[in-house]
């Protein structure tokens, strides 16, 4: 894994506030995310890790929480999306089970934590081999995004498609970070199933290139260059061609499936 120099200062100055801050406590920060599958890109890339502690937090440490993610705010510009985690719920034999702090666009919550899944613990175990992460086998890799896709992209674009139907207002800058959304979020799940691995945003979109019917190809194309911020013109219209293609790649994904 490659963490670029302005990365490293950020860990390095946030492991530097945490020892400040909470002197009585071992915190251990694990890196997934895009910057663990090498792909970390400025001002668009948060640095997502895990934050495994010894011992474990308590309620009484919220406030000092608080105050080490925003110092660190005050001196870094990279968001930080993280959770923390005992190590001690890491090896028992039924983790998870647990409430945790995490902190997410800004804000430091406690409760159920939504990101631990067989995505986060596969980018994990390729970068770290210090056996503290639940094992992924393909299978159950394949099993999580295929679910994903049924439970959450599926009703997604039917909604999205009810909205169209009826014409509701939408701006062109919703209507791009709806392409980038779901031409790239669904390219990554169907490399998933193709390829058993994680990749990135853009290099789902190279993916797509190289094995989807030539007829898909300007939709993902204008997926990969909004992703680069190049300027693209969109219209309700691209809504259209998005919400067919969406179709047409999970129906695609659900036949790739079946040959289990």
């Not at 668009?44 to 937090?57: G, Y």
């Not at 039924?94 to 409760?111: A, M, Q, R």
């Not at 899944?117 to 970068?127: R, S, V, Y």
């Not at 290139?209 to 909004?226: E, F, G, S, T, V």
Request: charged letters at 20%; hydrophobic letters at 35%.
């Amino acid at each position: 894994m490659f963490i670029p120099e302005t990365v490293k200062k950020a860990i390095d100055t946030y492991m530097s506030l945490s020892h400040k801050l909470l002197p009585d406590y071992q915190l251990e920060l694990f890196i997934h995310g895009s910057i663990g599958l090498n792909t970390y890109e400025s001002n668009k890339s948060d640095i997502d890790c895990i934050i495994v502690t010894n011992p474990e937090l308590t309620l009484d440490q919220k406030e000092i929480l608080n105050q080490l993610h925003l110092q660190f705010e005050q001196q870094e510009n990279i968001p930080m999306d993280c959770v923390y985690i005992a190590k001690a719920d890491l090896s028992s034999q039924s983790p998870f089970l647990n409430t945790y702090f995490y902190y997410n666009e800004g804000t430091l919550s406690y409760g159920d934590y939504f990101n631990f899944n067989p995505i986060t613990w596969w980018t994990l175990n390729q970068n770290y081999k210090v056996h503290l992460f639940p094992t992924t086998t393909d299978s159950q890799l394949r099993d999580y995004v295929f679910q994903n896709m049924q439970q959450y992209w599926k009703p997604y674009i039917e909604r999205l498609k009810r909205e169209v139907e009826l014409d509701l207002s939408i701006s062109d800058e919703e209507i791009k970070e709806e392409i980038e959304w779901i031409v790239l979020g669904l390219l990554r799940q169907f490399y998933t199933l193709k390829e058993v691995g994680v990749t990135s945003k853009y290099d789902a979109g190279i993916c797509g290139l190289q094995h989807l019917p030539k007829q898909w190809h300007p939709i993902i194309q204008l997926a990969i260059r909004i992703r680069k911020n190049e300027l693209v013109v969109v219209s309700v219209e691209t809504m259209n061609q998005v919400i067919d293609f969406a179709e047409f790649l999970i129906s695609y994904c659900e036949k790739l499936k079946s040959t289990d």
